[in-house]
């Protein structure tokens, strides 16, 4: 069923303090769809993102993921928080990539991929390790099973970190800035790897600065500013021709701020 | 000048000198438990929990170590409560060390990004896996050369049980003292005994901070 809804955000509202970062955001993205978001900083996409994971807890409104809210549950008709056990049975279907990797400092690469397989789904390890071995051969990096985060550049450390996602095998993969901590020489082997999984039929959210990346990936995208969605539509059409005057400026301004790096690389 | 009288005292006083390292060792594993127990209610998201472990640790903070061992050999013999000295001398240690090993720790888990915790999260790990698994770990590191800084000078402390009759070396010396009108000699001689408890321990500290730390 390609239609169906995989992620459904209904009148989401994030606050902190007096400032609201999210204002009644509505979204549903499809099983096996590749969604990107984009937007100046602090528009509110990571926190879009963090809520879905339930990182953050909505102020208002909520998720649902393959029909199931996240984080709070309908009981007796009244809304109950739901426990820890339960928000960590949501989770094991989410992948999420950090833009600071966060992989774990005392495991070494293949150890950080077993961790989940191993203790949360109880998997034995020889059933385990083929698997984690798979996936790191899968990101490239087979080669460094027995390596300390330490000991790896930026790029080969986001590359674990995704393969320790894909370990739990998630049904929604979700990638806040994956790319945004890494040098620039670094940035391609990242992005080819979420690209092989956009091809195998992934359904991801990426909030990205790359417009490029953007475009290739996405079968859509959505435009924040100021905590709302302001702009949405396919890729070509919303980079040849942007409608709403946001995007365009936004758009204006990030083809500035490359074209200055290039200048000034030169 | 002759040293037959450390061929009189020494017998007595390392036997004294294995009172001391005992006394040590089960206040510190009391501590040591009781201490992450705090931590943890400390860190609670309960409220009430939390304030419950802060107060105990500002108020046992707050006195003299000494003052607790009073409290439980000669205080609590009032409400039927009786403890062998050095029983009593163990557990006014732990008590005490418990409040100073529940800030390490808290300290030691405060130092931990909190990306770590939340990468944990997104693995579907609970709580107890988080802390199990992703925490306490790399915690760990930063907790150890405190601690064992913290057994160094737990090791000393114990000096204050023999103001409770608890058996161990500081007691034993003031009993030799008052025998053989000798204290530079004694104490001197048992000041190097403390010296040759400690010294092998904060060498080792130094070395677990080189490993660690590098």
Redesign the interface.
Known sequence: MPDQTLVEVAGLSKRFGDVEVLKHVDLAVRAGEKLAVIGPSGSGKTTLLRCI?H?EKPSAGHVTIAGERVGSKLADGRVVEMS??EI??I??G???V?Q?F?????LTALENIL??PL??LRMPREQAEPIALGLLAKVGLAHKRDAYPERLSGGQQQRV?IA??LA?QPKLMLFDEATSALDPELVGEVLNVIRQLAREGMTMLIVTHEMQFAEDVADRIIVMDHGSIVDEGPPHELFRSPSHPRTQAFLRAVLERQAMATSSAA | MSFAWVNDWMPELLVAALGTLRMTALAFLLAAFLGLLLALARLSRRASLSRLAFGYIEIVRGMPAVMLLFLIYFALTSWGITLGAFAAAVVGLGLNGAAYLAEIYRAGIGAI?P??R??????????F?VMR??IF??AL?VVLPPMANYLIALLKDTSIASLISAPELMLRARDLSSEYFMPMQLYLLVGAMYLAMAYPLSRGVRYMELRLLK
């Open positions: 994971a990182l820890d056990r960590a049975r989770r094991t989410i992948g999420m950090f600071r966060n992989l774990f400092p005392h961790l989940g203790k949360v970190a320790r996602s739990m | 990004h990306g770590q939340e990468a944990a999260q997104m693995l579907g790990m609970r709580h896996q698994y992703v770990p790399q590191r």
